[in-house]
């Protein structure tokens, strides 16, 4: 049950299971490549663990690269987890698998969130059991950050709410994260009704809301977004729409990043589909005062068509997303 899948450049799907994946094309019904298996522990269903697509740039060719991280040993409430994480890049020549560590120890049904700088926000999870009722403890409450340009961790912020089995993380068009959910129990448990020995009441059905701001808002930050953002075309064909957009900047910029971003979707503490594309861009004009203006495209790569939000992102800091959509040629 729940495979990681994620769509390639190229439109064929990267299809994940346990430790064993493939590059599968829909059209055709076959498998294309085998690749190598993941080394460590289950990472699906019942022991899921998190996968990403890493951000999608010029400077990469457009070439995804899975990470995977996390996972389990057993379908048991005390099943070993796992603290190492896999990056694969399906479509090069020779797929082989780069391996590192989560600082803080293992987890399972941790959650991946793309960052607007090009991170990885890894969050929730359990470090003892699996997914289900009942089936996990020991809450893994620290928030990582992993940095693919640097391959390093940092340990990024604590919470003292758990968050097991149905927890959820999103982007928001403010470029913070949304941190929900936690339903490990097969009937609603309120916090004044938990039995801490019991597994299944150890841990309540969470109502509460987090938000996670991360280092590109930190400080006076926020004062430097750029604002007033209009998009001429909102309807992009990958490899052809060219629109231009405009935005105003307190000061001015010094680097300026589109980026095209899909959130993806969250069932059972899996989180997959995620998609952050770098548009092409061509040379940025002043218009007038502190308003700029620049023409963009999506790159010519498969992308599935519905709704994105693009984000201008000035020197580090982004402004608030903008809603666009993709369609296919």
Not at 46 to 58: A, D, F, I, R
Not at 115 to 133: H, I, K, P, S
């Amino acid at each position: 049950m729940y495979p990681f899948l994620h769509l390639l450049k190229d439109g064929t799907l990267y299809v994940f299971a346990s430790t064993a994946s493939q590059i599968f094309d829909v059209g055709k019904n076959k498998v294309l490549r085998e690749m190598p298996h993941l080394p460590g522990m289950h990472r699906t269903y019942p022991n899921t663990g998190g996968s990403v697509m890493l951000p999608l740039t010029k400077q990469n060719n457009y070439e995804a690269e899975i990470m995977i991280c996390g996972g389990g040993d057993a379908d048991s409430v005390t099943s070993l987890t796992e603290d190492s994480c896999g990056s694969l890049k399906p479509m090069s020549a020779d797929p082989q698998w780069k391996m590192t560590k989560m600082p803080g120890g293992a987890r399972t049904m941790v959650e991946a969130v793309l960052l607007l700088d090009g991170t990885v926000l890894w969050l929730n999870g359990a470090r003892v059991g699996c997914e289900g009722f009942g089936t996990a403890s020991v809450p893994a409450l620290e928030a990582l950050v992993y940095s693919p340009q640097a391959d390093s961790w940092s340990t990024a912020g604590h919470s003292d709410i758990p968050r097991l089995y149905h927890s959820v993380t999103l982007m928001l068009l403010d470029g913070t994260i949304l941190v929900a959910g936690s339903n490990p129990n097969e009937m609603p448990v309120l916090e004044k009704d938990i039995v801490p020995n019991n597994p299944g009441r150890a841990f309540p059905t969470e109502f509460r809301i987090e938000r996670y701001t991360p280092s590109y808002l930190f400080g006076d930050k926020t004062k430097r977004r750029p604002t007033s953002i209009t998009i001429e075309k909102k309807v992009f064909v990958p490899g052809k729409t060219i629109s231009s957009i405009s935005f105003r900047s307190p000061s001015k910029p010094s680097d300026v990043n589109l980026l095209l971003y899909h959130g993806g979707f969250v069932t059972h503490a899996l989180h997959m589909g995620q998609v952050m594309v770098e548009m092409e861009q061509m040379d940025i004009m002043q218009v007038s005062g502190r308003r700029y203006e620049m023409k963009v495209k999506v790159p010519d790569i498969k992308l599935a068509p519905g709704p994105y939000v693009l984000y201008v992102v000035v020197d580090g800091v982004p402004g608030v997303g903008q809603f666009v959509s993709v369609q296919s040629a």
